[in-house]
Every structure is written in C-alpha cells, then in structure tokens.
C-alpha cells in the first residue's frame, strides 16, 4: 500500500481523505520505514498537500493521541505553524500568556523547534517552565492559570516515528500544517499561522471538519502570524462558514512595522524579549514594534471569541495591559505551578 501511495504522489495525483488516513496510520504505529516517511513527507510537501490529505492525516494521529482530561472551560489556542524561515520572536507565545491574563482559557499545543532557532517549548523551558507535564497536570495548570502547555511529543507518541526524519530534512513538511490541528485540548476557538497563503483555506476547511467553532488561519507574507509591516492574508471560520479577505495595520489602528523589528535570535535572546516586553519595558522601537504585533494577533482570537466588536477595539484592549506590565506575572505563576508539579512526579 505505501508504495502505491507514493507513486500515486510521484505522479502529481492527490491522496483521498481515507488513504492520507491509511498511510499515516500506519506512519504513526511506526509500520513504515524511515525512507519511505521520507518519500511520503517530500512527495506532499512537492505536489502540495490537499484538504482531503491533510484532514485524513489529521484523523489518524488524533486516533493515535493521548487526550487533555476534559472540563467545562472553552478553550482557545495561539499557534504557528513554524516552517516559515523567518525566525522571529516567539510572538504566539506571548499571545497566549496575554490573553491568559486578560481571562481567556489557552491551551498552547506546542513543540521543540526545528527549523527556527526557538519553538516554543524552547523559550517556555528557558523561562523556567516545566514543559513535561502529565495531562491531568496540564489540565489543573489550565484550570488555575488560564495557561497550559501541550508538549507535542508528550500527546502523540507516534511522532517519535518521524522525528529524526523530520530533524534530518530540516526543511517545513506536512507535521508543521498538523501541529496546530491536533491540539489534545480541542480548542474551539483558534488562531493558526501558516507558512503559506495558499494553505490558509484548507487549514481553515481542517479546523470546521474536526469541531472548531471559530478561527482565523492568517500568513503575512509568508510569516505566519499576523504582521504589521505587511498585508496579511485571513480564511476565517465562522458560524460554520469560511470567508476569505486580507487586513493590515490599520484595521487594528496600529502603526506600521519593519519586518526586522520581530526578528528573533536563540531562545536566551527570545526569552529576554519575553520578559521586557510582557514586563511593559515596551519604550523602546524594537520591543513596542513587538508589542503592537502582540496586540494584533491578541486582538484577532479576542475577536474570534466575540470579546471585542473589532479589530482597534481588541488592539486597543491589549495594549493598555501589556503597557501596564502585569503579563509576566503569569508567566512567573505558571512556572511556579509546573515546577511544582515537577517535584510532585
């Protein structure tokens, strides 16, 4: 079968929802070499990954997760792909610990980086976060901070099958469009950035068909996050309909950025960003360029949670509380919390 499949792929023919889901399947109980996890991952990533590929994909390694205990919170999520090759500051991480302070339920579904110089389970361990929480830790983390972290490897075991194939390619590959889907939390509501435009519709298609209520898959110039400095390209999800427009820095009433303001460096470098900028040290050109780029992305899932009538309103909302420099006290809480739980394992 895995053969058929990849000659199907090498002849530029796209797989249906069952057999994306077959093949994977048998990816993920670790039933496929790693050259043919090759062949399949570069076949996708070169004829481009369809809906019906990508939702089969989906299918299986949620099939073959350990889930997040369930509760009453709804739950939300700030999330890039990664895959972009900009190497940027970890923006949706701040995101989340942002709007954890301001009241929003994130359960942030993350993973080491691969081919940028800090994911975000990198920068949350320099900050003293412990990122190896059982998932009855990570929920009563959500449940007393507004915060939790989902370290991937810890929710989909299979992934260990491809990882030293995707660590050798170092390249983007379908496992970087998957990472946001497979959130163990189901997240209804979702901020998704993705390393190009052309998949923001699919991935929007992806997030309706596993249960999502509302999101916004946003690429900015190949960015995946919202950006300032560029026009940023939206599929959003919304009462089970899927709309597709661009907005830029003046919908959210916000200057316009230079591209080199959020760029990011090793996770010391992020982790000392993180901490100025959420501490409202925000004086500075590059750290207040940060903050607006903050603001926007915050302002986007404040939107999709039907917080805030629009756009500036949610800009406008963010930015008053970072200035007001109380975010990093959650930081400081949730690794006071996970460390705790360190020592109780």
Known sequence: MPNEILEKLYAGNSLSSYESYDVFSKLITGKLDSHLITSLLIALKIKGETPLEISGAVKALKENSIRLPTSNQIVSDSCGTGGSGKNTVNIST?????????????????????????????????????????????????????????????????????MPVRNALQTRTIFNLLGPLINPASPKYQLMGIYSKDLCFAAA??????????????????????????????????????????????????????????SGQAPDVNKQILQDVLSGNISDEKNRAIAYTISANASALLKINNKVDNLKDGADLIMSLLESGKCMGKVDQVAKLTQEHCLKR
Do not use: W
């Open 94 to 162: 701040m995101v989340a610990f942002v709007l954890a302070e301001y009241g929003l339920a994130i359960a942030k579904h993350g993973n080491r980086s691969i081919s940028s110089q800090c994911g975000s389970a990198d920068v949350l361990e320099s900050l003293g976060i412990n990122i190896n929480l059982t998932p009855e830790q990570a929920h009563h983390c959500l449940q007393k901070t507004n915060f939790t972290f989902l370290f991937a490897p810890g929710y989909h075991p299979g992934v260990k099958h491809v």
């Open 205 to 262: 298609e992806s997030l309706h068909l596993s249960g999502c209520q509302g999101a916004m898959v946003v690429n900015s110039g190949g960015y995946d996050e919202i950006t300032l400095h560029n026009e940023t390209n939206v599929a959003e999800l919304c009462n089970g309909v899927i709309s597709e427009y661009q907005i830029s820095h003046s919908d959210f009433g916000l200057p316009k950025t230079q591209s080199n303001d959020i």
